[in-house]
């Protein structure tokens, strides 16, 4: 096969759905049948051991615990958002970071859960309502297409983008994705067209007046994808008053070192953390922010 997803000895790993259950509660449930530890970096995660299978254990089907890696559940806790907030998710199906987001509000606030495909449209609507997120706005629109001066987000506070991209990070065949030959033919310009989207994007999200906090994540091992955008934008980001902050500063993978800053951005790598995930933290502090706003 020409992929091969890395996913023998994986870990699993679920995100407990604190709008709907406690982590202890969640534990002891688990528990009766399972190992089941806390994760050391994300609170509301727990391990379980490889071969488990939970896709119909009660808790899944209920949504009171969701099958999420532990790389994709940094995405949320990156962004910090607070109950009350006003927050977009800019490209959201099929919900997994959104209904995290929604848990770290403790379902205050609102998010607005953008989603360009008719069809996932759908699927973030039902994972919406099996979380119990109640203040989310699914919206199916181009996030391109909103406008930053629209005063109904005049108040949001943090963006999410997740945008689509390669997704080499979670299945791949090979190892050498850091070697300058790794891409060729049609999976060149199929990356140049993603980094592009994610770019212009990325500089959208940037330019909401009262936005302090914009995450950038992708599920991609590529550099054109991840620290390339990032570099991109960094004149953009700082004449908006922007620059980057460390997510998870005790992580020790980094970003490669190809952009000034990249000490402050995170991987994963798709073998030693079983995902390969890439985010950036864009943050600014509020005297940057226009005071009509
Ligand atoms: N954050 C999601 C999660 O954790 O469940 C995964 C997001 S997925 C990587 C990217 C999503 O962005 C896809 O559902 C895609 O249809 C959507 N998308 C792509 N372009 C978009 C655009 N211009 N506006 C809004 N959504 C877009």
Redesign the pocket.
């Known amino acids: 096969a020409q992929y091969q997803i890395y996913d023998v000895k994986k870990p699993r790993y679920v995100r407990v759905n604190t709008l709907k259950m406690d982590v202890e509660t969640a534990m002891f449930e688990l528990g009766k049948e399972n190992v089941v530890q806390k994760d050391d970096m994300i609170p509301d995660l727990l391990v379980l051991p490889p071969s488990t299978d939970l896709h119909s254990h009660p808790l899944v089907t209920d949504g009171s615990v969701f099958m999420q890696g532990k790389a994709?559940s940094m995405v949320a806790v990156a962004l910090g958002p607070k109950p009350g907030w006003e927050v977009i998710?800019?490209?959201?199906?099929?919900?997994?970071?959104?209904v995290h987001v929604a848990a770290l509000m403790k379902g205050e606030g609102k998010i607005v859960a953008?989603?360009?495909?008719k069809d996932?449209v759908k699927r973030l609507e039902h994972t919406a309502k099996l979380a119990g997120a109640t203040n989310v706005e699914v919206l199916h629109?181009?996030?391109?297409n909103l406008n930053p001066e629209d005063q109904s987000y005049s108040k949001v506070r943090a963006i999410l983008l997740?945008?689509?991209?390669s997704g080499s990070g979670t299945v791949a065949d090979r190892l050498d994705y850091l070697l300058p030959s790794h891409t060729s033919g049609g999976d060149e310009s199929r990356l140049v067209k993603l980094a592009a989207?994610q770019k212009k994007?990325l500089i959208h999200a940037l330019s909401f007046p009262s936005v302090e906090r914009v995450v950038y994540s992708t599920?991609s091992v590529h550099q054109i994808e991840n620290e390339d955008v990032v570099k991109s934008v960094l004149p953009v980001a700082a004449s908006y008053g922007f620059q980057l902050s460390t997510p998870f500063p005790q992580w020790a993978r980094r970003g490669l070192p190809v952009v000034e800053g990249s000490q402050h951005l995170l991987r994963t790598d798709p073998v030693e953390d079983k995902e390969g995930f890439f985010i950036a933290l864009f943050t600014r502090n509020a005297t940057h922010i226009p005071e009509t706003f």
Do not use: I, M, Q, V
């Open positions: 994709s998710d800019a490209c959201a199906a099929p919900g997994n970071k959104t953008c989603e360009l495909n996932r629109e181009n996030f391109l997740d945008p689509s991209c989207f994007a599920c």
